[in-house]
DNA sequence: CGGGTTCTTGATCGGTATCAACGGCCGTGG
DNA sequence: CCACGGCCGTTGATACCGATCAAGAACCCG
């Protein structure tokens, strides 16, 4: 059991949870369903309604499923944080994970209902809502607006800051994902990811090593190919 | 000074704001700032952080600035939605008017600090980014996954669901919208919207008038050819 | 070391952007 | 009320980026 009450105790601390004798923490944590994902496995939902995740340990990918194999990455996601799983409407969501995976579910509505009395955890909830949705927005401007070589950059850039490790003036990459994720992710096809890392890799902007590392080199460049607005940091 | 209070009136009963004489109801009233846009103005915010929005009277399109001259509209609003615009990222984003527009204007920090204690307006909020979180993900899954044709039929759609009018079998729309706002919500060009729409009218599938009035005359196919997943309603 | 999966590279195709010109709607001023 | 003029929308011709099809190479696992 020890564990497993440390799975609900980084989430109580996530969510800013009370004291732990609260009875509302009480309840909450019966109402968390701790789940274990092998990797490349999913979590199918069914029609069970909109779901709270707290991810204890991993990173998975939220699949949005649309007709036939069209699928769309709709966010990666990595240990610590917490996100929302929408009821399917006129596509079905299902969660993947990259590696072994660790995470709590909780029935949305349900969560809403007993956190409905204490400010803190609506807040931190609209905090975690407000990160969401600006990611989701940047995505909507590269997806409508940018080319591959942009799409790339705005890719590499932003895991460098969600699990890069830095190393002088380099970036260290391990990602979790495959180049179908990443294809699948940025609306592209692996074939066009594939190439677009390999002309990076010529312009010696980062260097790769095995199917999941890659360092990048050359920050300055990845940025300014990014087609970010002029004189963002 | 009656018509301000309206405005005042109906947003406090869309965030469900307590009795008329609380006093957190009276300083939340006090904080918003109540702004009148001419038709194609657009509220240029700097960089004063994140504001909140209420729409009283009109239609708004919140747009991502990127680079150049290429803007990314994020979404379409309507009287009486209450919408987040975040402070500039890695775009600046600014909210434009499609007619004239009345709104409340809120700056996003101050009016969560003070709704901190109130239970209720944290709940509304976290209703209205749900709903934001949705549609924003829906625009991802469209952009990144969807042909011209297929993103058209999604617009027509999800317009005939918040501004249509019924008659009989068919929905008619006023768009507020010129086509250019409709490629810039798309990630097309203003061309591929045109060919699009008549290719729609030569299949009678739509009759337009005018440059705002569309008549959908048979939504079961711009279902069908929206792409969305089978057996959805 | 072998087999399967993932990644890379190459050749071709197609959808949408781009460039260009015309036509029609609508507000303005006479 | 009508005439004008500009903007918005439509249509056509061409170009290009990324998808698709196909094959080979590298990686990782047993």
Redesign the interface.
Known sequence: MATQSNTFETFAHSVKLAEPTSPLRQRICELGRPVHLAGGSSLELEDAG?QLVYLTRGSTKLV????EA???I?AFHFTGDTY?I?A?????YSVCALGDCELLLFPADTF?EMA????HI??G??GQ??D???R??????A????TASERIAVFLLGMAERIGTAKGNAVVLDLPMSRRDIAES??LTIETVSRQFTILRDAKTIQTSGRSLVILNDLSQLRAQ?????G?A
Chains 1, 2 share one sequence.
């Not at 997806?143 to 940018?146: A, C, D, T």
């Open positions: 909109a949005a499923h649309a007709s069209r699928d769309q709709i929302w929408p399917s409407d006129n596509y079905s809403l409905e009395t204490d400010p609506l807040r909830l609209i809502m407000t969401a949705l600006r989701c927005r940047e995505k909507a401007v997806l409508g607006r940018k940025l609306g990014a087609g970010y607005l002029a963002t």
